[in-house]
C-alpha cells in the first residue's frame, strides 16, 4: 500500500510561480512512476506531467515549458515547478503513482494522494 500526501498548493497572482511536493510512503518508490493530474470544478480530472522509473518526463500541452516535474528517490518524493500560472491552471491538482514503467492516464494510476488546491488569479 503507498501513501502519497501533496503539499505546496495556495493562491498566486497570474505569473507566478509554485512548487508541489508529493511525498510517498509504503512500497518502493524508485520503482514506481510518478504523475500529476489536476481537476477543476465540473471538469475531468487530467493528465498534468508524468516522471517514469528512468527519469523520462512527458508534460501536457498547456503545460510545456512552464511546468517542471522532478523526483528525489532519496526524499520519496516527487515535485512540479510551476511557474508562469494562469488563470486556467486553477485547480486541484493530484499526485499519483504507478507500477507501470509510465503513464498519462487517470486509469494507468494504483494510488492517489488527496490532492492540494492551486489558484492563479488574474
Known amino acids: 500500500q503507498v501513501q502519497l500526501v501533496e503539499s505546496g498548493g495556495g493562491l498566486v497572482q497570474a505569473g507566478g510561480s509554485l512548487r508541489l511536493s508529493c511525498a510517498a510512503s509504503g512500497g518502493t518508490f524508485s520503482t514506481y512512476a510518478m504523475g500529476w493530474f489536476r481537476q477543476a470544478p465540473g471538469k475531468e480530472r487530467e493528465f498534468v506531467a508524468s516522471?517514469?522509473?528512468?527519469?523520462?518526463?512527458d508534460y501536457a500541452d498547456s503545460v510545456e515549458g512552464r511546468f517542471t516535474i522532478s523526483r528525489d528517490n532519496a526524499k520519496n518524493t516527487v515535485y512540479l515547478q510551476m511557474n508562469a500560472l494562469k488563470p486556467e491552471d486553477t485547480a486541484v491538482y493530484y499526485c499519483?503513482?504507478?507500477?507501470?514503467?509510465?503513464?498519462?492516464?487517470?486509469?494507468?494510476?494504483?494510488?492517489w494522494g488527496q490532492g492540494t488546491q492551486v489558484t492563479a488569479s488574474s
Open positions: 499519483a503513482s504507478t507500477s507501470l514503467w509510465w503513464g498519462t492516464r487517470p486509469d494507468q494510476y494504483d494510488y
Open positions: 516522471i517514469s522509473r528512468g527519469g523520462r518526463t
